[in-house]
């Protein structure tokens, strides 16, 4: 079995990405890892030479900037990287996703078992989303709670926005991949940066989406939907951590939004009848 990691960065240490931790916290279970760098206004693509593993493969490209369509670019970029690939499957990384040391051998696992299963053709992650701090996730039909992070690469498959694939039975019609579970957790830490650092990223990336730049403030936000972390950060993650303490508190005045409300009935409906109705790109097999 050959595995392929792949991921696309830009501007990634200005906008505060640990990427550098990303990219280390799955090196060893890979056999390459193709990184698709554009062209940035900073030191990342020094920073990914850096790390000097002969599996690391980088690919340098500019992003369209007038294509500011409900983010098509993320999935220009993400195919980028992905059709240059030569695993025999091909797992995707976000720059401020980090994987835990325990869970490797899980996910290594999966591979294997599901490697000459024609019946699936991607694998499953729980989700970890940081909010705040570190201390303190976000657990919300809003908030997508798993998604498929790894593919065979022998699937016809794209990504029409960088965050899901589809997979194209014929030229015309697309459909989510048939896939299983590893049993394991990608810890998203993309919202436990700085709210500067957040905040620019917003002004950089929202054109991308044909939107235009509103401040991003942490404390509006719903806290009802705000859990305490209580396991583990991965090794590989903790010089980035800041010295957080206790669980993130919002703005007590904060009104909530028609669509909080209907997460709000939604997570009274998944408490009453034990279901998960968080929004899924795949179909479970």
Excluded at 24 to 50: A, C, H, P, R
Excluded at 80 to 99: H, P, V
Excluded at 153 to 164: I, K
């Amino acid at each position: 079995m050959r595995v392929s990691a792949f991921t696309f960065i830009k501007n990634g240490q200005i906008l505060g990405y640990p990427f550098l931790q990303s990219i280390n916290s799955i090196l060893d279970i890979v056999d390459e890892f193709v990184i698709n760098v554009g062209n940035s206004e900073d030191d990342t693509l020094e920073m990914i030479k850096s790390i000097r593993s002969p599996k690391i493969r980088i690919i340098k490209s500019n992003w369209n900037n007038s294509m500011r369509d409900r983010g098509y670019v993320y999935g220009q970029q993400k195919m980028i990287a992905q059709f240059n690939c030569t695993g025999d499957w091909a797992f995707y990384i976000e720059g401020d996703e980090i994987y835990h040391e325990d869970d490797l051998d899980k996910i290594k696992k999966s591979m294997e078992l599901h490697l000459n299963n024609s019946n699936v053709e991607a694998l499953i992650l729980d989700f970890y989303h940081f909010y705040g701090n570190t201390n303190s996730i976000l657990n919300s039909p809003g908030w997508y709670r798993s998604e498929a992070r790894i593919i065979k690469n022998s699937v016809r498959s794209y990504a029409p926005d960088g965050l899901f694939w589809l997979v194209l039975d014929s030229n015309k019609k697309g459909r989510y991949p048939k896939a299983k579970h590893t049993g394991a957790y990608c810890y998203h830490y993309g919202w436990a940066r700085g709210e500067d650092q957040m905040n620019l990223k917003s002004h950089k990336v929202q054109q991308y989406w044909g939107k235009k730049h509103v401040k991003i403030d942490y404390t509006q936000m719903d806290q009802f939907i705000i859990e305490e972390f209580k396991g583990t950060h991965p090794k590989v993650i903790e010089n980035w951590l800041k010295n957080d303490k206790g669980l993130y508190k919002v703005d007590s005045n904060y009104k909530l939004t028609k669509k909080q409300k209907k997460h709000r009935i939604m997570i009274f409906i998944e408490n009453f009848f034990g279901i998960d109705l968080s929004k899924k790109h795949y179909k479970l097999v």
